[in-house]
């Protein structure tokens, strides 16, 4: 019965927790809430938060396998009731070639003490059909049922949302891609779009009729927004805009990450990889745009590597960057200030709401810093990480391979350098090496660090990969038992048993064997939890081999390199046919959940019957029972690991450069 449960078990989506990729407010009532509520993209999920509280409320899955790149509230509708308020909000989010529509319901209740209670609902309205190119932007049209929706083509079409349609799609005369493209306006007649190109520029043009006719716009405007059927002469009418161009913003010298507009539309400012952020002034006027120049502000140079986002307000500017700093800028140029609160690969979104004076940053730590300016502390929402410095007790040991000085100046071919480092222990490091090397390093309290060749597989083959597993002993005996298993570049593997003492390891037990053909041989995983008789190979083609290693004699004498068999039992062959770079086994379940380098997981089933001590099993083709495609992207999966165990549940946590949950049931 529980072989034929575990014959339907099937993968989904868990809980993720990578980057913050999106920020957008959601103002409330102020009777209700003097601060707004706030939601953040990550990964495929939108995250609920109440800012005064700092809580988060509530988590939606809004996309399958696709990143939210952008967050856009739109149209809002209050309904007062005897004991309760319900606001819903109109919210459109965006993520690749997708955009999809949802109702955002928040209905409140204040409790007996006062404190506000929240219910939350978000339901699909509606999901646009995939565009052909990457979305960059998305605005909401006031008094309409439309969206401008701006892509990486450098194109703009307007949706109806009532219609389910597209009702005009304009491209811009420069026919280039686009890195980045945001929105200034809420009508078709007001709308500036700033293009930033690959060429590092930065194109601001409008949206005219052909005719120049603007009191047909406005009655075409008033038609569509209304509600109304367009009738097809409509249509063609509506077809029949055209990209106007206002200016040509030059001065960057690397990709423009992103641009944010003013309010009233008359700054631009925008970040990019050249470390720094550039302020525009930008005519919006109604005149001939031929005429409409542009006039460069203050350069802003602070940050000390790639500038990834910004934000304006009536007085200040605000950047985000690659250096974990968030900085603050007078509109002169002048640096106020320098915030420093996050940690990892740097600040990825900021965001400033001028009614509540909140400042948020959000990080590729996962970290949502909420700071209210001119208060001395920031705070970080419940439920994400919390920045520590580890500078305490942080020690710093530089040590060099042996013969390693016999070079001087730069390496050359013949050079050896290293290939892998594995962890034996705290003060044990096991280090392979270019040249078919093993050594054992073993560290000391005074910071000296002794060096053991413990074996060379070839010496003109290196190492390609390697894999430890270790046995614990006592602390106190200062003994080691430690398995390595070494793959090199003609496709051999070498398994090494390392015992004795930890500042004299030697040798107990040897075995190599063809494994792979010349350069296929790409991974090796010791199977954990079967001691050490079980080993999987990978190689590129996403087929993993799993080989069973047949102990030597207890009698055999310890004086010397023991050797001992092995067998291949059986191969496991993934449906995507891509190289497999993690696994995790578990044989109570009889699972091998696997993680590739295109961000896919796949999940095997593992007999027991593999296991049995019998010899002559003979070798088995396994085909995957279930797989998530994309369940990281298109990031390579780095790490897998069974998290929790239920009857008719396996939830794993599965790593790339982000953390991702994934849940497997029956």
Known sequence: MAGQQRSNWRLRGGHYLGEISALCFLHL??????????????????????????KMIKSFQVFQG????????????????????ILEFEVAVFGEKRVNLFILSIETVLGSHGELQVGVDLSLFHSLPRFSHWVLDVCFLKESRCLAIGCSSNSVCIWDISKYSVVLEVQSPERCLLYSMRFWGDNLETLRIASGTIYNEIIVWKLV???DAKSLTSSLEHEMYSGNTLSNSTQLELQQHKAAHISRLVGHEGSIFRMAWSSDGSILVSVSDDRSARIWSINTGHGDSKNCDEATGPVLYGHNARVWDCCVSSSLIFTAGEDCTCQVWGLDGRQVKVIKEHIGRGVWRCLYDPRSSFLLTAGFDSAIKVHQLHASLPWTLEGESRTKQLTDGLKILHCRIPNSCEHSGLMDSKSEYVRCLRFGSEDTLYVATNHGCLYHASFSQTQNVKWTKIVQVSEEVQIICMDLMSKRLPKQSGGIDDWIALGDGKGYMTVVRVMGDVY?????????????KERQLLGIYWCNASEYSFIFTADPRGTLKLWKLYDPLPSASHTSARAFNMSLLAEFTSSY??????????????VLICGDI????????????LFLDASNIQKMKISPQSYFKGAHGISSVSSITIAELSFNEIKICSVCDKLQHVSCEI
């Open 29 to 54: 009532p102020t009777h209700l809430s003097s601060f707004p509520f706030l939601l953040a993209g990550t990964g495929s999920q939108l995250l609920l938060y109440n800012l005064g509280a700092g």
């Open 209 to 211: 009729l052909e005719n």
């Open 504 to 516: 004299t390891p030697e040798v107990d037990i040897t075995c190599t064997w063809p494994a792979e």
């Open 577 to 590: 046919g891509i190289r497999i770079k993690c696994l995790e086994p578990s044989f109570e379940d009889q």
């Open 66 to 85: 696709i990143r939210v790149h952008g967050i856009v509230s739109g149209f809002a509708d209050l309904k007062e009731r005897s004991s309760s308020t």
């Open 598 to 609: 295109r961000g896919n997981l796949i999940l095997f089933p593992l007999s027991k019957d």
